[in-house]
């Protein structure tokens, strides 16, 4: 059972390059989450898909879209990186229930230089 | 005003002694909250949650919540120098989303 698996797990971009960050979860969760995490800034909600079908803008969604491809995979695309985007970015999964707590991925650590 | 207000820290603390880490929300709606522990370079990892009004005991971990005074707070007691660590207080509303606040980092000296 591999829980929530985000690829890649390093990542260099130059500024106006384009990636997209991929994340799946097998524990047949319905939501799923989008976070960048900056030193002293915590971790702050880029995207979520609260079902198959469906996906909102978090607090930080400006430079990012997203796909919910099927239940299993959500992914994160930067389609012209800049600087400010070099983060830690986190995917996360969790049953729709709101007592269900966020199951992480290993993160995906992204310079843009 | 942030949604998801943590005591500043760093916090520094005896091996043996208890951690105590404070949280307040702005959200009256919130439901459910989630503490969260990170080690450095790795992952948040589930360590409490709690979702009603009174205290929640596992381990050397107490989660206590209080939603008149919109504050819940997370207490280790006999801390070990492995608790060194950053600590994540989360709240879920009734919009799905689970928002963070900034996190407080604890070292246990030895």
């Known amino acids: 059972n591999a829980g929530v698996t985000q690829t890649p797990k390093f990542q260099v971009l130059k500024t106006g390059q384009s990636m997209t960050l991929q994340c799946a979860q097998d524990?047949?969760?319905?939501?799923m989450y989008w976070y960048r995490q900056d030193p002293g800034m915590g971790l702050r909600l880029i995207y979520y898909?609260?079902?198959?079908?469906?996906?909102d803008k978090g607090e930080v969604p400006n430079g990012y879209n997203v796909s919910r491809l099927n239940k299993r995979e959500f992914s994160l695309r930067l389609e012209s990186a800049a600087p400010s985007q070099t983060s830690v970015y986190f995917c996360?999964?969790?049953?729709?229930?709101?007592?269900?707590?966020?199951?992480f991925g290993n993160g995906t650590r992204l310079t843009v230089t | 005003q942030k949604e998801v207000e943590q005591n500043s820290g760093p916090l520094s603390v005896p091996e043996g002694a208890i951690a105590s880490l404070n949280c307040t929300y702005s959200?009256?709606?919130?439901?459910?909250f989630f503490w969260y522990r990170q080690y450095s370079g790795k992952s948040p990892e589930l360590i409490m949650s709690?979702?009603?009004?009174g205290d929640k005991e596992d381990g050397r971990f107490t989660a206590q919540l209080n939603k008149a005074s919109q504050y819940v707070s997370l207490l280790i007691r006999d801390s070990q120098p492995s608790d060194s660590a950053t600590y994540l207080c989360?709240?879920?509303?009734?919009?799905?989303?689970?928002?963070f606040g900034a996190g407080t980092t604890v070292t246990v000296r030895a």
């Open positions: 959200d009256r709606g919130s439901q459910s």
């Open positions: 524990m047949n969760h319905n939501s």
């Open positions: 989360a709240l879920r509303s009734n919009d799905y989303k689970l928002s």
């Open positions: 996360a999964s969790s049953e729709l229930e709101g007592s269900s707590p966020l199951h």
């Open positions: 709690i979702y009603s009004n």
């Open positions: 898909s609260a079902s198959e079908g469906t996906t």
